[in-house]
């Protein structure tokens, strides 16, 4: 059992190291499949779906009781999940 588990961390010790053994300018070299623009746009997008929730239930307290408060709640609840939907993309 013992001869197992030196075999097994030496295969994760090998599989670790051969990760770091690429060519220094290719770990330098930051590559993105999107454009920087792109990037930009995207935190845009993030910072007015953190703005939009907060604006949507103030509205919504204004207009307590009726049908379209509701629709506010909704409208703040579905920005919300988005963001945490763009969130668990990001990882």
């Known amino acids: 059992m013992m001869d197992l588990e030196k075999y097994i961390k030496e295969d994760i010790n090998m599989a670790k190291s ?5 060519r220094k300018e290719d770990r330098e070299m930051n590559i993105s499949m999107l454009p920087a ?11 007015f779906l953190y703005i939009i929730p907060f604006l949507c239930c103030s509205i919504a307290m ?4 009726t049908l379209t408060s509701h629709s506010y709640v909704l409208t703040a609840v579905w ?3 988005l ?5 668990l993309t990001d990882k």
Not at 18 to 22: A, C, G
Not at 62 to 65: D, N, V
């Open 62 to 65: 204004l207009l307590e009781g």
């Open 79 to 81: 920005c919300l999940s």
């Open 18 to 22: 051969k990760q770091y053994n690429r």
């Open 37 to 47: 623009w792109m990037d930009k746009l995207m935190t845009v997008c993030k910072y």
């Open 83 to 87: 963001l945490k939907l763009i969130e």
